[in-house]
């Protein structure tokens, strides 16, 4: 910030000197026109030469006061916020821009230096939101029942869902299992002007490194390149998930952000939902169990990320409580 005084410096002092003693030169007449002309020569560059002076040191004044600071600021601040400035960085430079701006209070950092680390993991996972594919409309329908030559519960399900592209190509399918003797029926894919492709078993390549210790095998599935120059596309899966021979957790995970969700479960024989637990979200969805326990129906409105999940208990009907208990 700027005075007064540092208006009237040295510098000011020294241009109107100058130019007072350019103007003073102008004045005096000598009959030599040789010697007339380098006296006006001089006047004139004396007269510039403050005039010079002055005006950086007007200039020099006013970038110094807080008014002109403030317009600078402002000026720059709707520059750097601006979309257009935004969209022209690279990923590295906009990570860059975030990083500097979401970070946590200096006297956080001070007390607990950790902190910097969850901000910037933080930053980290949102930044790969913008290469990931989306889902919508996510519809899970199941059937409780025992198998008919193993004597183990099976929830056979299907899956109904809608993704949305995010870059220039869908993300490979990726399916994971609880169990080893889960099966994946089929997949079928649909683009939005009917185009159709079934994806069996046989296409599934399996993934040789899960790291969710909860899922016993994974596969996954190349979408087709003529599927990518659409913008989404329909997917419908069929599995079928086996538990024991008196009792199954049939879970969902999610490991793809979602966007609305439905599960229904309808249970035969003499299975019933003992339980429904969740996990990732505490609130806003809503849990229906039918009064005979036959039919449970699970739904939600709004985004779900990464690691939400629901565990349903399904068991034979007269299947004691202390067994329940060892479970939970």
Not at 26 to 46: G, P, R, Y
Not at 101 to 121: M, Q
Not at 291 to 299: A, P, T, Y
Request: aromatic content about 10%; hydrophobic content about 40%; overall charge negative.
């Amino acid at each position: 910030m700027t005075s007064i005084k540092d208006f009237f410096s040295k510098w000011f002092f020294l241009a109107i000197i100058l130019i007072l003693l350019g103007l003073l030169i102008h004045q005096t007449d000598h009959q030599n026109k040789t010697v007339d002309f380098i006296v006006e020569i001089s006047a004139m560059f004396l007269e510039s030469i403050g005039i010079a002076i002055l005006v950086a040191n007007i200039f020099s004044f006013t970038i110094g006061t807080n008014q002109f600071l403030s317009y600078v600021r402002e000026r720059l601040i709707d520059v750097v916020i601006s979309k257009d400035f935004i969209t022209r960085l690279s990923p590295r430079e906009q990570k860059d821009l975030i990083e500097m701006t979401l970070k946590p209070p200096r006297e956080l950092s001070d007390v607990y230096s950790g902190i910097n680390y969850y901000f910037l993991n933080y930053i980290e996972n949102s930044m790969k939101l913008f290469d990931s594919c989306y889902r919508g409309q996510y519809v899970v329908n199941g059937i409780a029942s025992v198998d008919v030559n193993s004597g183990k519960l099976k929830v056979d399900m299907e899956i109904d869902y809608v993704i949305y592209r995010v870059a220039e190509k869908f993300d490979p399918l990726i399916i994971f299992f609880e169990a080893k003797d889960s099966e994946h029926i089929e997949t079928i894919l649909k683009s939005p002007d009917g185009e159709k492709m079934k994806i069996d078993s046989e296409s599934l390549v399996e993934l040789k490194e899960i790291k969710d210790p909860s899922m016993e095998q994974g596969f996954e599935c190349t979408v087709p390149e003529n599927f990518n120059k659409f913008r989404q596309m329909s997917v419908t899966r069929k599995i079928v998930e086996y538990g024991n021979d008196h009792w199954q957790v049939s879970s969902l995970k999610i490991i793809k952000p979602v966007d609305r969700l439905l599960l229904n479960i309808q249970c035969e024989e003499d299975l019933v939902v003992r339980r429904c637990d969740t996990y990732g979200v505490q609130e806003e969805f809503e849990i229906q169990i039918s009064e005979n326990n036959k039919r449970i129906r699970v739904s939600y409105d709004g985004w779900l990320s990464p690691g939400f999940g629901i565990n349903i208990l399904l068991a034979r009907d007269g299947w004691h409580e202390s067994t329940d208990k060892q479970i939970e």
